[in-house]
């Protein structure tokens, strides 16, 4: 926080850490209406600096965001039987157990298909899909900033591109992969910033990878994980290729994912640095498995059968081993099929 300078107090009597350590402990659910107060605390509220401070101090709460399937219709009105699904963003809790639904940015019929999440410092970043009307590709962005709790539209995507791999750190969000409009495995990769509102263009993977998985590790690698080339369609590689963050230099891993395992939404790093695949962890979710890390435990969804009931379930990570999968009780307008998801930090 040293780069963060004001002329008055923070709260009036105190010292300035001593404030500054008050509102540090606010939870983010109030960090909306504190930002009300005055200029100071909105500037604060708002800040990056103010973001990784609470971070490092560990008052910051992870939380699942899932592109979920609320049931036929459009997302913000009667479910009606018989229509095409409808998606949405539903916020899942760990520690409060509690479930909360996002509102819909510019769609009235439901998300993008297929649109891809990220999230960084603290604002969830919605990416591309098919428009659920015309099922044409999007280059749309849009944010949701946690603290504000309000969407703005970002800069398009710089190409019509569909089942990439994605993933975010330190206020970046990075792409790679997927195919074009005309069905072409891609081996491009970009960079958006989300404070400059930019878009970049990185150096290119070492082949083409379409329906590709993105994860990043510790702040440090973007992996792209399997995927297939467009002679080669739905037969998934064993490789993948990591992009350092610091270096900005690629290299590929080879068998590190099971060759012919669609890898869509279903990776993960185990506690002993090696990827996991979230639908090998019981036959309960080997059927559109969705995984998402919050901290040492995991949300996995997914069917045990093609067309059976999607089923949640928290998992703890032990380093060798995995526990058993805990069911969650889930309210019903929350029990549909997930498609994809990450984790927030807000």
């Known amino acids: 926080m040293e780069n ?4 008055t107090e923070l709260l ?3 010292p300035e850490e001593l404030g500054l350590e008050c509102l540090s402990r606010l939870p983010s659910t109030a960090h909306r209406l504190a930002s009300r107060v005055c200029h100071r605390w909105r500037d604060l509220l708002q800040s990056p600096d103010f973001y990784y401070h609470r971070k490092k101090l560990g008052y910051t ?4 965001c899932l592109v979920l399937n609320f049931n036929g219709g459009t997302v913000n009105g009667p479910k009606k039987p018989g229509v095409s699904p409808s998606y949405g963003i539903a916020v899942f809790d ?3 157990q509690r479930w909360d639904r996002l509102p819909v940015y510019r769609y009235p019929n439901g998300l993008p298909l297929f649109c891809q999440l990220a999230s960084s410092e603290g604002k969830l970043v919605v990416m591309g899909g098919w428009d659920p009307v015309s099922y044409d590709p999007v280059t749309d962005v849009f944010i949701y900033d946690f603290m504000t709790q309000q969407w703005r539209q970002g800069k398009d995507m710089p190409s019509k591109r569909s089942f990439f791999a994605i993933g975010a750190c330190l206020g970046r969000v990075f792409i790679a992969g997927g195919h074009d409009e005309n069905k072409n495995a891609l081996r491009s990769a970009w960079v958006y910033d989300l404070r400059e509102d930019e878009w970049s263009q990185l150096g ?5 990878r379409d329906e590709c998985e993105g994860v990043v590790i510790e ?9 297939y080339r467009t002679e080669s369609q739905g037969q998934f590689d064993g490789s993948a290729d990591v992009y350092g963050l610091k270096s900005g230099q690629w290299r590929r891993v080879e068998g590190v994912w099971e060759p ?13 640095g090696k990827l996991v695949n979230w639908a090998e962890l019981s036959p309960a979710v080997r059927v559109g498995a969705c995984g998402i890390s919050l901290g040492g435990r995991v949300l996995v969804t997914g069917s045990g059968y093609q067309g059976g009931p999607h089923g949640y379930y928290m998992v703890e990570m032990k380093e060798g081993q995995h526990s058993k999968l805990e069911k ?6 929350f029990s549909g099929f997930v498609q994809s998801g990450c984790y927030a930090e807000i």
């Open 4 to 7: 963060f300078e004001f002329s």
């Open 12 to 14: 009036p009597g105190l």
């Open 61 to 64: 709460q992870k939380v699942a």
């Open 94 to 96: 760990s520690v409060s």
């Open 204 to 208: 290119e993977m070492s082949e083409e």
């Open 219 to 227: 702040e440090d690698e973007f992996w792209v994980v399997s995927g």
């Open 260 to 272: 012919g395992r669609c890898p869509r939404s279903c990776v993960g790093m185990g506690k002993d």
């Open 328 to 333: 969650l009780n889930v309210p019903d307008e």
